[in-house]
Protein backbone atom coordinates (compact mmCIF):
# COMPACT_ATOMS: atom_id res chain seq x y z
CA UNK A 1 0.00 0.00 0.00
CA UNK A 2 0.87 3.23 -0.33
CA UNK A 3 0.80 6.10 1.44
CA UNK A 4 0.99 9.78 0.55
CA UNK A 5 0.85 12.41 3.48
CA UNK A 6 0.62 16.52 2.33
CA UNK A 7 1.38 19.59 4.59
CA UNK A 8 2.02 22.96 4.05
CA UNK A 9 -1.51 23.75 3.41
CA UNK A 10 -3.13 27.66 5.65
CA UNK A 11 -4.30 30.63 5.56
CA UNK A 12 -2.30 33.59 3.97
CA UNK A 13 -3.35 36.98 2.42
CA UNK A 14 -3.69 37.28 -1.36
CA UNK A 15 -0.49 37.78 -3.12
CA UNK A 16 0.92 35.29 -0.74
CA UNK A 17 2.92 32.33 -0.84
CA UNK A 18 2.66 28.40 0.46
CA UNK A 19 4.60 25.66 -0.08
CA UNK A 20 2.75 22.32 -0.27
CA UNK A 21 4.98 19.16 0.39
CA UNK A 22 3.27 15.13 -0.59
CA UNK A 23 6.17 12.59 0.86
CA UNK A 24 5.14 9.14 -0.57
CA UNK A 25 6.16 5.66 1.03
CA UNK A 26 7.84 4.40 -1.93
CA UNK A 27 10.21 5.38 -4.45
CA UNK A 28 9.57 7.88 -6.36
CA UNK A 29 10.81 5.87 -9.25
CA UNK A 30 7.74 3.35 -9.03
CA UNK A 31 5.56 6.30 -10.67
CA UNK A 32 5.02 7.25 -13.97
CA UNK A 33 3.66 10.55 -12.87
CA UNK A 34 2.44 12.90 -10.18
CA UNK A 35 -0.01 15.51 -9.78
CA UNK A 36 -1.85 18.02 -7.88
CA UNK A 37 -5.69 18.54 -7.94
CA UNK A 38 -7.58 20.78 -5.85
CA UNK A 39 -11.10 20.92 -4.84
CA UNK A 40 -13.17 23.90 -3.80
CA UNK A 41 -16.09 23.87 -2.30
CA UNK A 42 -19.29 23.09 -3.90
CA UNK A 43 -16.88 22.48 -6.86
CA UNK A 44 -15.43 19.61 -8.87
CA UNK A 45 -12.03 18.35 -7.96
CA UNK A 46 -9.39 20.22 -10.59
CA UNK A 47 -5.94 18.85 -12.12
CA UNK A 48 -3.64 21.81 -10.85
CA UNK A 49 -0.30 20.52 -12.24
CA UNK A 50 1.57 17.27 -13.10
CA UNK A 51 4.84 16.29 -13.06
CA UNK A 52 6.49 13.42 -15.09
CA UNK A 53 9.89 12.17 -15.79
CA UNK A 54 10.57 14.20 -18.38
CA UNK A 55 7.99 17.24 -18.15
CA UNK A 56 5.20 19.71 -16.18
CA UNK A 57 2.14 20.41 -17.02
CA UNK A 58 -0.11 22.82 -15.06
CA UNK A 59 -3.88 24.56 -15.47
CA UNK A 60 -4.02 27.95 -17.25
CA UNK A 61 -5.36 29.78 -14.31
CA UNK A 62 -2.44 28.88 -12.12
CA UNK A 63 0.84 29.15 -15.09
CA UNK A 64 3.64 31.61 -13.93
CA UNK A 65 2.26 31.43 -10.57
CA UNK A 66 2.61 27.32 -9.04
CA UNK A 67 5.93 25.06 -9.30
CA UNK A 68 5.59 21.34 -9.46
CA UNK A 69 8.90 19.85 -8.39
CA UNK A 70 10.14 16.35 -6.66
CA UNK A 71 13.00 15.29 -4.79
CA UNK A 72 13.29 11.64 -5.53
CA UNK A 73 15.93 11.34 -2.60
CA UNK A 74 12.96 12.27 -0.33
CA UNK A 75 10.12 10.82 -2.18
CA UNK A 76 8.92 14.08 -1.59
CA UNK A 77 6.46 16.13 -4.55
CA UNK A 78 6.29 19.71 -3.74
CA UNK A 79 4.04 22.92 -5.23
CA UNK A 80 5.19 26.14 -4.54
CA UNK A 81 2.53 28.47 -5.02
CA UNK A 82 2.91 32.74 -5.21
CA UNK A 83 1.00 35.52 -6.05
CA UNK A 84 -2.04 33.21 -4.27
CA UNK A 85 -5.74 34.64 -4.93
CA UNK A 86 -8.58 33.92 -3.28
CA UNK A 87 -9.69 31.62 -5.85
CA UNK A 88 -7.07 29.45 -5.10
CA UNK A 89 -9.05 28.50 -1.98
CA UNK A 90 -9.43 24.97 -2.19
CA UNK A 91 -8.07 21.67 -0.44
CA UNK A 92 -5.35 20.45 -2.16
CA UNK A 93 -4.43 16.78 -2.76
CA UNK A 94 -1.37 14.78 -3.85
CA UNK A 95 -1.63 11.81 -6.15
CA UNK A 96 0.80 9.40 -7.64
CA UNK A 97 0.03 7.03 -10.83
CA UNK A 98 2.32 3.46 -10.23
CA UNK A 99 4.12 2.08 -13.28
CA UNK A 100 1.46 -1.09 -12.66
CA UNK A 101 -1.56 1.17 -13.09
CA UNK A 102 -2.97 1.98 -9.84
CA UNK A 103 -3.80 5.25 -8.18
CA UNK A 104 -3.10 6.83 -5.35
CA UNK A 105 -4.29 10.31 -2.74
CA UNK A 106 -3.24 11.75 -0.33
CA UNK A 107 -5.19 13.22 2.79
CA UNK A 108 -5.79 16.92 2.20
CA UNK A 109 -4.67 19.91 2.94
CA UNK A 110 -6.53 23.30 3.28
CA UNK A 111 -5.45 26.60 1.66
CA UNK A 112 -7.20 29.69 2.14
CA UNK A 113 -6.38 33.08 0.80
CA UNK A 114 -8.17 35.63 2.25
CA UNK A 115 -8.46 39.03 -0.03
Not at 24 to 34: A, E
Not at 79 to 107: F, I, R
Amino acid sequence: QVQLVESGGGLVQAGGSLRLSCVVSKTLFSFNGMGWYRQAPGKQRELVATITRGSTNYVDSVKGRFTISKDNAKNTVYLQMNSLKPEDTAVYYCSVNHVLGATYWGQGTQVTVSS
